[in-house]
């Protein structure tokens, strides 16, 4: 495995660490700090998301953009921040819901602006540093994204002991490292930093439009962006309120009971991974992809049936595989599908079909558990996800992709 790719590992690997801890303490600041209802925690997930999805298509466009990778450890060091600033909040004892909001939203932008830039990297530092697939890279990414943010869980299960104050500046350390490996990177790889030229010798003209005539031209990654938006509304926006009023209203949990329920989903997405690895190239990449939506309305079914403590663990670590499934075989397949010219707009339009539709979901989701409650929740969203995984088998758009 080439040096630069093991650098890039642990970037991500350090940046996700503090996204995992993120995970577990945005939803508890809103519910066990604050006690927000389920709307109010809705609107948190909401901003946390909202602003950078409504950033993402220029986001994917200055990623085409020459020279733009050098922005990657700045936007590390400005997440640095973000974490630094609420925690002197926090001392000062000053956390209101606006306050909350407010972190969330800078940290949507963030996230934002270093999806498209970072994943951009992938098929460059995979096809030309190692001998792996593009599918195999994309699994290993994954996998370093799931177990290091299974760290974070756990480290923010022990906020009660280690302290707030400590978990922040953690997450400040982290995110610090992400970004002084950043550029050995950049400066190792050259032709990573800038977007590929033309045969005139040109950069191509990164503009949005340009980058949805293309997507529009091409029939699986339409479904494939489709089937992502559905599942950010859906399961995305179930998971990110759902639980953490699940576990205060229905099990009476604490932050610990929370984080072990987060940390059993990121375990379950380790497992996927590594059983990915050992199994190596997947050839029907859209096939596994609708499974999983089979399976995820399956899970919500199950849920809604109100399982004791144990089964809820057990179905939070199942959803956590079947998650793991989908995400790695949709962003191989994206991957494989895009040409490199376009590859940062079509992510950004992947992860704005993801992000975008999340916060609505966690909107949506909000209010139809305060009005109708959890069970009601999970059968609708079950429900529907059966229905979809039933339409698509009467169509080819997904289920006959092979892998290149």
Sequence with gaps: ????????????????????????????????????????????????????????????????????????????????????????????????????????????????????????????????????????????????????????????????????????????????????????????????VAAPATAAGHSPEPGIGRGLRYIRRQRVLRHLILLVAFNGFTHLGVYLVAMPLLVRDVYAGDAAFFSVLQLLFVVGSIVSAVALLRRGTVEQPGRSLLFCLLYS???????????????????????????????????????????????GRVLSLYFLALLGSAPLGALACGYLMHWHGSQFLFLLSGSVSLLLFAAYLRSTALWRVPQH
Aim: charged content about 10%; proline content about 4%.
């Design 1 to 192: 495995m080439h040096r630069d790719f093991i650098l890039y590992l642990l970037v991500i690997g350090f940046a996700s660490l503090a996204t995992g801890i993120q995970l577990v303490l945005i939803p508890w600041l809103a519910t066990g700090q604050l006690g927000l209802s389920g709307e109010q925690v809705g609107w948190v997930q909401a901003a946390n998301l909202i602003p950078g999805a409504l950033l993402l298509l220029w986001s994917g466009a200055f990623a085409d953009r020459r020279g733009s990778a050098g922005y990657l450890p700045w936007i590390y060091l400005g997440m640095m921040l973000c974490h630094l600033g609420i925690l002197a909040v926090i001392a000062a004892d000053a956390l209101l819901l606006p306050v909350l909001l407010f972190y969330g939203a800078l940290l949507g932008v963030g996230y934002a602006l270093l999806q498209p830039l970072r994943d951009r990297l992938l098929p460059l530092l995979v096809e030309r540093r190692s001998s792996h697939t593009v599918q195999h890279g994309v699994v290993m990414v994954s996998m370093c994204v799931y177990t290091c943010q299974a760290l974070g869980v756990a480290v923010a299960g022990q906020m009660d002991r280690l302290g707030l104050s400590q978990v922040l500046l953690l997450q400040g350390v982290c995110l610090l490292a992400a970004a002084l490996l950043c550029r050995p990177i950049l400066r190792g790889l050259p032709a990573a």
């Design 297 to 343: 309305g399956l899970i919500m079914l199950a849920l809604a049936a109100r399982p004791t403590a144990t089964g809820l663990a057990l179905l939070v670590f199942a959803w956590g595989v079947v998650a793991g499934v989908s995400t790695n075989m949709g962003k191989a397949l994206l991957q494989q599908q895009v040409a490199d010219e376009f590859r």
